[in-house]
Structures are given as structure tokens and as C-alpha cells.
């Protein structure tokens, strides 16, 4: 793709719209083989940019969630100690010798997201994602170093693994913790916010391309003014989809009918969110002529 622009389009005909911003990120990040660190609120469509990158290139995603206690094993690779196992339990009947050489070769190793993501073959590298890198400790970070650096692992047994093909790296963080500056400093970066109003409908549009364009319109300018409140948690753009989706199935063609108040399990999901999602509604539908 020669320019941000090329982006945009190739995003659109996935039906992935972005601004400007976003395209430049995913171009710069894809012209200059870099990693990048995409933060923003929940719902704004972190994962999703990822996903629709690999659809937009056409090659594989593979996807790492990250979660507490990630380790290396789960991340990285690992050996298949049933395999290297059953290998000794067969020397030993065979009355074969069997050094560590042997059992700690490629033929026993397991690959992980990211080991996938080196040894991948072909022309078009894959979209590596590793989701919410928040979540993981602050130690695994640290074994993220020399891949985000030189795309290439280590493995003690084996070597160092370099990428022929260096995968197009997506990380995203939610900021439930602050990331290393060292992890910073090795990728590009870009804060995504929730889509202005004219974006947000046309997402809505062409993901329940059933629903009428007055709910439509209407869902989300009050999404919009819902998320200025104190929530637990401010729905995003998956739970605006599904609110729409969820009033289209039920034959609603704007926000003016007065049990749709029943439908906003979609967009709340704690009971002091319901709460202040329900008297927001309320205060909307009698603003309407």
C-alpha cells in the first residue's frame, strides 16, 4: 500500500472505516516494519483493527490474549515432553543411545503464537496481535524485548530464530496498568478514540445494514451523549452494534418508543450503569417532539 489513503480503502472494503490518524499508524507501522501499540477505552475497536488488517493484507492473524500469569511457555514455545518421553521409553528398548541433542530438537518443539509468527513461510507476513498486553504481567513484557527489537527468539537448545518474513505486530492495551517505557520506546503508537458521530452511524450501517436509518441516527447520537456520564464501563462500538441490532429485531425504527428501555442490557452492563443508562434514555425520549 503506497500511502495512508491505499489503507483507508483497503479498510473500508473489509468494512473497516478509520480516520486519518489511524491510517497513517497502520501505514507507517507496515511501510517501516515496525510493531504497533494501539490504547484506547474498551469497545473502541483495538482488536478489531487488527483483525481487519489481516483481511485488508489477505494473509493469516495470529492472535496471543494475553492474560495474568502469561508465561513464556504459553507465549513463546515449549517442548513436548510426552513426545520427548515416549522417545526415551523407545531408545531404552531399543537399547539405542539417546543424548539431549536428541530429545531438545526441532522435531520436539511446540510453537506458540509468537514462535508461529517467526517461522511463518510465505510472501505476505501475518498479522501477530497480541491483545491487551496490560493483562500480563509486568515480567512477560520484559520476554517481549528481543522479538519486538529484532523479530527473532532465542531458544537455548537451538539457536535464535530470526523472521524471514517479519510479521506485522498489533499490540493492545487497555491501560489497566502502565507498560514499560522499553516496550514503548520499540513500537510506534497511536490512541484510538471512540468514532465521531457521522462514523459511528456509517459502522452501524454496514454491520445491521436492516435496521432504519432513524434508529440508526438516533442510537448513536445517544450513545454519544451516554458515554459523558460516570459509568462502570461506557458501551462501545460492539455494544452499539448489538443495541441496534437488538431494536431492529424488535421492528423499532427510532429511540421514541417508551419500552425499548427494556433492550438496554445490550449497552449497560452493571446494575448502577443500567441505572443511569435508563434515566439518560428516559430524558432523551422526552427531549424528542
Given amino acids: 500500500m503506497k500511502d495512508h489513503l491505499a489503507v483507508r480503502r483497503r479498510l473500508d472494503a473489509v468494512d473497516y472505516l478509520v480516520d486519518d490518524g489511524m491510517a497513517m499508524a497502520l501505514f507507517l507501522a507496515l511501510r517501516l516494519g515496525r510493531p504497533l501499540l494501539l490504547e484506547g477505552e474498551p469497545g473502541v475497536g483495538k482488536t478489531a483493527a487488527a483483525k481487519a488488517l489481516a483481511r485488508a493484507l489477505d494473509t ?25 518421553l515416549l522417545a526415551i521409553r523407545l531408545a531404552e528398548a531399543q537399547h539405542a543411545p539417546l543424548t539431549d541433542a536428541d530429545l531438545f530438537s526441532a522435531e520436539f518443539l511446540q510453537e506458540r503464537p509468537i514462535l508461529r509468527a517467526v517461522r511463518h513461510q510465505g510472501p505476505v507476513p501475518p498479522v501477530l496481535l497480541i491483545d491487551e498486553i496490560d493483562r500480563a504481567d509486568d515480567e512477560f513484557e520484559a520476554l517481549l524485548f528481543e522479538f519486538l527489537g529484532e523479530t527473532g527468539i ?34 510506534l503508537y497511536h490512541w484510538i478514540d471512540f468514532p465521531e458521530p457521522s462514523r459511528a452511524a456509517e459502522i452501524v450501517r454496514r454491520a445491521v445494514p436492516g435496521a432504519a436509518e432513524p434508529l440508526i441516527r438516533t442510537a448513536t447520537e445517544f450513545i454519544g451523549g451516554v458515554r459523558g456520564l460516570e ?10 452494534i448489538d443495541w441496534v441490532a437488538a431494536l431492529s429485531v424488535l421492528g423499532a425504527t427510532d429511540l421514541a418508543a417508551g419500552d425499548i428501555v427494556r433492550t438496554i442490557g445490550t449497552i449497560a452492563k452493571t446494575p448502577d450503569d443500567r441505572a443511569a443508562v435508563a434515566a439518560a434514555l428516559g430524558t432523551y425520549q422526552e427531549r424528542q417532539p
Avoid at 495474568?68 to 515449549?78: D, S
Avoid at 523472521?163 to 514503548?184: C, G, I, W, Y
Fill in 231 to 240: 459509568l462502570d464501563k461506557a458501551p462501545g462500538m460492539a455494544e452499539t
Fill in 60 to 84: 493469516t492473524l495470529i492472535r496471543l490474549q494475553c492474560y495474568e500469569g502469561l508465561t513464556a511457555g504459553e507465549a513463546l514455545y515449549e517442548w513436548n515432553y510426552q513426545r520427548q
Fill in 154 to 187: 532465542t531458544i537455548p537448545e537451538l539457536g535464535t530464530f530470526t523472521a524471514s518474513t517479519p510479521p506485522v505486530v498489533v499490540l493492545t492495551s487497555n491501560r489497566s496498568r502502565e507498560l514499560h517505557d522499553a516496550l514503548r520506546r520499540r513500537c
